[in-house]
């Protein structure tokens, strides 16, 4: 199994995280911010928690 980094939790990021470990690679995303995903949590709550339910 290989490893990925990626460097950003935003929609690039967590997308390209998910389909890369749906994929069978183990994915590790990194992100400065206390919180991931900022800008795009107007998409509600309920996106957000399915998004780190996954891991």
Do not use: C, H
């Amino acid at each position: 199994m290989q490893n990925i980094s990626i460097v950003g939790a935003g929609v690039g990021g967590l997308t390209t995280g998910i389909y890369l470990q749906s994929e069978g690679y183990q994915v590790t995303i990194y992100e400065k911010m206390i919180i991931p995903v900022v800008k795009w949590i107007p998409f509600k709550p309920m996106a957000l928690s399915l998004i780190l339910d996954r891991q």
